[in-house]
Nanobody
């Protein structure tokens, strides 16, 4: 599966961005789709995931971020509201054939990343 993420940019604290990730597969609806992020000098961390059974979120983004998908468009979204400087990172989308997961090793395909910068 090839993934193409987009939508990153520079935003002030309290602002919003929507990330998109388009997948090149005919069986998109079968995949668990996840968003991860990596801040400078830090390890990659789970942000959100969605599959047919539900969604999962990193605790620190609950109530601010919303993951959704449009299976007809083979696209997963991450709506990010009330952004904070600590949300600054490169955001990656990922696709996995397994269940709803927050673990990066359970994702087989990764997008190229899109940079989100939140200024204070």
């Amino acid at each position: 599966v090839q993934l193409q993420a987009s939508g990153g940019g520079l935003v002030q604290a309290g602002g919003s961005l929507r990330l998109s990730c388009a997948a090149s597969t005919r069986t998109f609806s079968n995949y668990c789709m996840g968003w991860f992020r990596q801040a400078p000098g830090k390890e990659r961390e789970f942000v959100a995931a969605i599959n047919w059974s539900g969604v999962k979120y990193l605790d620190s983004v609950k109530g601010r971020f919303t993951i959704s998908r449009d299976n007809a468009k083979n696209t997963v979204y991450l709506q990010m509201n009330s952004l904070k400087p600590e949300d600054t990172a490169v955001y990656y989308c990922a696709a996995g054939a397994g269940g709803l997961s927050r673990y990066s090793y359970q994702y087989d395909s990764w997008g190229q990343g899109t940079l989100v910068t939140v200024s204070s």
